[in-house]
C-alpha cells in the first residue's frame, strides 16, 4: 500500500448539494493531485496543491475547488453538485522535486454517488 | 496540452503468453511515463515509470520501452498470469503551463489472463 488515504470511502448526495473529499498524503510528501475517475475511463486531472498553493488545474470549473494544509493533507470541495460528478474521485501524493516528473502514489478513492 | 492515446482497448491471452500495450503522446516536452494497473474497485498502482535519459527498463516480467523521436512508449508484460488481469493506464505528464506537474492518461487497456 501506498500510506495515501482518503475519506470517505464512499458517499451519497443529491443534486445541488455540497460535499467535501479528504486525504492525507504520503509521509515525507508535499504534494497532492486530484483527479476524477469515471466509469470505464482513466483519471481526469482536477488541480494539484504544492506546499498549500495550487500549482495547476485541468478543465474543471470554479465549482471544484480545494485546500491544502500544513501537514500537506488535502480537501477537495464541490458545490452544486450534478449528476455527472458522479464518480470515483482520487488523491495523488507526491514529492515535489523533480519538475513534474515525481511519481504519484494514489489513494483509495472516495466514490462518490449524486442523485 | 498533452494528449495520451492507447491502444488496444481489450487485450486477451493465455496465460504464459506476452502482452504489449502501445501508448502514443502529443508533447515533446514530456519526459516522464509511469504505467499503472488498476484492478476492480481498488486504486491505480504503479507498477514501472521510465524517463526520457534513458530508451527502456524491465522489473522482473515487466518491461517499458520509449521512443522520444516517434514519440511512444510501449509496456510489455511477459510470462503472464492470471493476476495480471486488470486495466493498466499509460500517463504522460505536462511539463509546465498551467497544468504543471499533472498526469495525462490514457484510455485504459483491458488485460485478461485465460488459465
Known amino acids: 500500500e501506498t500510506g495515501v488515504t482518503q475519506s470517505p470511502t464512499h458517499l451519497i448526495k443529491t443534486r445541488g448539494q455540497q460535499v467535501t473529499l479528504r486525504c492525507s498524503s504520503q509521509s515525507g510528501h508535499n504534494t497532492v493531485s486530484w483527479y476524477q475517475q469515471a466509469l470505464g475511463q482513466g483519471p481526469q486531472f482536477i488541480f494539484q496543491y504544492y506546499r498549500e498553493e495550487e500549482n495547476g488545474r485541468g478543465n474543471f470549473p470554479p465549482r471544484f475547488s480545494g485546500l491544502q494544509f500544513p501537514n500537506y493533507s488535502s480537501e477537495l470541495n464541490v458545490n452544486a453538485l450534478e449528476l455527472d460528478d458522479s464518480a470515483l474521485y482520487l488523491c495523488?501524493?507526491?514529492?515535489?522535486?523533480?519538475?513534474?516528473?515525481?511519481?504519484?502514489?494514489f489513494g483509495p478513492g472516495t466514490r462518490l454517488l449524486v442523485l | 496540452g498533452e494528449n495520451v492515446e492507447q491502444h488496444p482497448s481489450t487485450l486477451s491471452v493465455q496465460e504464459g503468453d506476452s502482452a504489449v500495450i502501445k501508448c502514443t503522446y502529443s508533447?515533446?516536452?514530456?519526459?516522464?511515463f509511469p504505467w499503472y494497473k488498476q484492478e476492480l474497485g481498488k486504486r491505480p498502482q504503479l507498477i514501472i515509470d521510465i524517463r526520457s535519459n534513458v530508451g527502456e527498463k524491465k522489473d522482473q516480467r515487466i518491461a517499458v520501452t520509449l521512443n522520444k523521436t516517434a514519440k511512444h512508449f510501449s509496456l510489455h508484460i511477459t510470462e503472464t498470469q492470471p493476476e495480471d488481469s486488470a486495466v493498466y493506464f499509460c500517463?504522460?505528464?505536462?511539463?509546465?503551463?498551467?497544468?504543471?506537474?499533472?498526469?495525462?492518461f490514457g484510455q485504459g487497456t483491458i488485460l485478461t489472463v485465460h488459465p
Open positions: 508533447d515533446s516536452a514530456s519526459n516522464y
Open positions: 495523488a501524493s507526491s514529492l515535489g522535486l523533480a519538475g513534474g516528473q515525481e511519481t504519484q502514489y
Open positions: 500517463a504522460g505528464p505536462n511539463a509546465g503551463g498551467t497544468s504543471y506537474g499533472k498526469l495525462t
